[in-house]
């Protein structure tokens, strides 16, 4: 096992031997994944809570939904499990002060159905890729997150989160060398909030943007934000990031969630590489939602020719911790990796802040 793993005990075994009352916090499709856990696995969930400015008198999957209160009132203590996604300081707050006063869990549960992810049999499969990845971190600090992630995925207590958290834009200014001349490829620019973050990098100055977004109700929104704001040397492209150009299947939210793969949509996808053309590019940011392993296949050409940095999410797919930097390093070896993890319940919000090294004139 690897030495920094400090967990002797899943999440899921913690509530097949807990004795207290098990208690959801909160509703939806993270709420329903667990009950219906434990209803194969014959556990009893005792109340559902919610945050006292959603409890309306309504029910979910026959409970009543109470309020904290009410639930603290009718037991003298309980185990909580964290049912629902939240980077609201105001809703991360809560959670940090229910851990000190109840067993508190939020169990890690993969994002897409099918995926491998973090288990003691999935640690002891990956040791060995794990550990040179740990090993070839390039600061202390991305060690502590990289193993305080994986024993929160085991255990799901949100104190191994609560203690690495850092802010995304410090950690961007700091690691970054931003200027008023950067070429941005923006892998999943949504609404055009990723732009905006890194005009705040750049004083609103750079030489060119290029934004992908698949989905076409994000892709309105990118480009009412775009007209909105007047931005010159854009170009917007209702697509999605791969390894090659194709039509892939999708399944369209017209939100954040929205992700290659699934029936009853389709998309174009296409390469950084082929977009770019070659051209000088010095900022790519990958976040889309599962597919970052075939993005950053297809622009391969682009970071071994201009080694631009790159902000890497990781959190999607558990495999990706180790499979998106060993994939980088076969790509360029010269990068310096760091990884932080960003304000987020569960552990999303993970991402690797990447940084090529300058090489030897002659090399």
Known sequence: MLPFIKETETAWDRLKNT??????????NGADKILDWCEDNALAVAAIFASDDFVRG?????YKVCRYADIAARYEDFLIVIAFAS???HVLDNFYQLAPRHETLAPHLPLFAGDETVSFAWLEQYGSELKEVYDRLADDKSREVFAAVLNYKLCGRIEYL???ETSRREDCRELFPFGSDEVHVDLGAYDGDTIKEFLDYTGGCYRQI?????DVRNFRKLQNYVTAAGLERIVALNKGAWSEEAVLGFSAGGG????????GN??????VDGVVGGERTSYIKFDVEGAEFEALLGAGETIRRWHPKLFLATYHRDNDLWRLPLLLWSIEPSYELYLRKHPYVPAWELNYLAVARPQPKGQ
């Open 162 to 164: 609560k203690a690495v």
């Open 58 to 62: 309504q029910s979910f999957r026959g």
């Open 210 to 214: 290029f934004a992908f977004e698949p």
């Open 19 to 28: 004795k207290k009352p098990i208690v959801l916090y909160g509703m939806g």
């Open 87 to 89: 980077e609201s300081p």
């Open 266 to 271: 389709e998309t174009e996808v296409c390469t």
């Open 256 to 263: 954040r969630q929205s992700a290659l793969g699934g029936s």
